[in-house]
């Protein structure tokens, strides 16, 4: 069967112009023209329609079910996350809360208990110093103590029958003043 065909009028400009689409597509004039009609047949464009609503309407929906998509992970698992987040965080701050002050409490009665000690064991240590002190003392003072009795019984023994009574009581006030200055 042979086709029927049928002629269209247009201008000599739209003409310069259907020439330069064939060829850039490589395709004669009639087949271009048949494509052209199926197209717009099927996907129900209007060819004055330069912004083309169809696709923006396809767009906008493709947008809407990503926004919706995005707002049902929102819903599902952001908002419940952030909540469990910051609850975590808040028993978290509670939990450190409260261990640094039982931490700090047992620092700070540690410190003082220490402190204390300090005190104790620099007032022992005092004590011991002057015990030490006061028997080195004593050791000094019976060293001096054993040289002026030393000096007394030989100075005694050197003296013969014939010492005069006064020197006896001369040795005797030198001895005494030299204890008494100890």
Known sequence: MQESLRTV???????????????????????????????FYRSKKDPTDLNDELLKNT??????????????????????????????VESQKTIMGCFNSQVLQYNNDALKNQNQQVL??????????????????KEKLKVKFLSILDTYIRLRDSFGLMTSGKDKEVLIDNTRKQVARL
Do not use: C, W
């Not at 009028?9 to 052209?36: C, H, P, T, W």
């Not at 919706?68 to 975590?88: C, H, N, S, W, Y």
């Open 9 to 39: 009028k247009y201008s000599a400009s739209d003409a310069i112009k259907f020439e330069k689409v064939a060829l850039k597509l490589g395709r004669s004039k009639r087949l271009v023209f048949n494509q052209m009609v199926d197209y």
């Open 59 to 88: 767009i906008l929906k493709g947008q809407k079910e990503y926004i919706g998509f995005i707002k049902t992970q929102e819903a599902e698992l952001l908002i419940p996350i952030k909540r469990d987040v910051v609850r975590m």
């Open 120 to 137: 104790s064991l620099t007032r022992i240590q005092e004590f011991i110093k002057g015990i030490s002190d006061k028997v080195d003392e």
